[in-house]
């Protein structure tokens, strides 16, 4: 798996990271990897299901991986922020 076929969850409305995830299929990739942490983390979900149920529907999920990162707060020290990893697979 290389980098470029990791597509990071954010903000954006669940259908442009769903027209990346299609991009990247139709361009020959195999495997993609939907990133995201904190609140994006249901948006990831939402993608990953839209991508299988309307766009390709040989896609399968090959594992999810939870974890927690621990990030810097403003006010300074840290806090902990829930992540998730889907590997989607043609």
């Known amino acids: ?3 470029e076929n990791v597509v990071y969850v954010g903000n954006k409305p669940p259908m442009s990271y769903v027209l990346a995830v299609t ?3 139709n361009n020959g990739a195999t ?3 939907l990133m995201a942490r904190g609140k994006a983390i249901s948006r990831a979900v939402d993608v990953a299901e839209i991508v299988r149920n ?3 529907p040989g896609v399968q999920i090959e594992k ?3 974890g927690t990162e621990e990030l810097p707060r403003k006010e300074g020290g ?3 922020t ?3 990893e889907i590997v989607l697979k043609k």
Do not use: D, G, L, P
């Open 31 to 33: 495997e993609v990897v």
């Open 23 to 25: 991009t990247q299929f």
């Open 78 to 80: 840290t806090t902990n």
């Open 64 to 66: 999810i991986v939870t």
């Open 1 to 3: 798996m290389t980098n």
């Open 82 to 84: 829930s992540t998730i």
């Open 54 to 56: 309307r766009f390709i």
